[in-house]
């Protein structure tokens, strides 16, 4: 694994003396890293957490004026973690596809389209309270087609098929339907409805709000699910809320999710320093509430009744070329 990382390092370094004049290829990434302490009912222990880092190849190139083919190869990185049984490089989004008239159509690794119709609602991505800790739907599937529509009128339609690849799993589908710019930039808000059939497990409906009230950015989310077995069903809802102040973003976000009568929620709230528009200092705390058993793949996997506690400080760093 390690000569792996060194080779694809390598190859990031070497790539960019290839690319095209036009500069269609980018070399991109993220670094970040926190010191984090977790109290999940036994007593607090510090880690340093390596959230999400990630380095990655994109680029595009015309085959004739009205359509382009475009590939992008990510990759996560444990910044933090050398354990025998994890791998410090794993496989993110991964595709190569077409664009033109007709909208895009990707093919290999990459989020559903429910999975990447939450925009920029959830303020705590990639950390403890990242929105995927008690919903479900957070899905990254192997042997995927996925198509966006042309935007019409700030609409835009899309779909992911997911093969099964083996008997194990149901051919899957996830789809929906977008409205506006999930930054904020092009349109005042944003909002999305998207529905998975038979997504690893689940059958899930989710509807994404974000918006702008003053300097504040609002988000909102809906979710309600049944596992494809019959077992588990519930539902839940996330609200989000960032204000800025000079270099500072302030962040709070609260998440709920009942099943059975019973119920896991999560709470918290943090800051950002910028130095520039690439890197960031923050800090930021998570409480939760957990009461659902049945939670083990995901949020608490904790004794019901449990109370748990995540406080961390870290820094990062987005870079590209």
Known sequence: MKKSLIALLIAGATFPAFANDDGTLTVYGRANVSLQSNDTGDGAEAEVVSNASRFGFKGAAELKSDLEVFYQLEFGVDLADSSDDKDAVTNR??????????????????????????????????????????????????????????????????????????????????????YGDDKLKKTPFYAAIAVDRDVDGYDTEQLSVHTKLGHFKLGAALQQFESTNGLEDGDGYLLSATYPIDNWVLKGQYQSVDESGESDASFSFGADYHFTGDTRVYAWYTGRECDIATYESRGCGATPGAEQDFFAVGIRHDFSW
């Open 93 to 178: 989004n991964q595709v190569v596809g077409l664009r033109g008239n007709f909208g895009e159509v990707m093919i290999g690794r990459y989020d559903t389209f429910l999975k990447d119709s939450q925009g920029s609602i959830d303020a705590f991505k990639d950390y403890e309270a990242d929105l995927k800790s008690l919903f479900v739907g957070e899905e990254r599937p192997d042997n995927t087609v996925t198509y966006y529509s042309p935007t019409y009128n700030n609409f835009t339609f899309g779909i992911t098929y997911i093969a099964s690849g083996n008997d194990a799993q149901e051919d899957g589908v996830s789809m929906g339907v977008l």
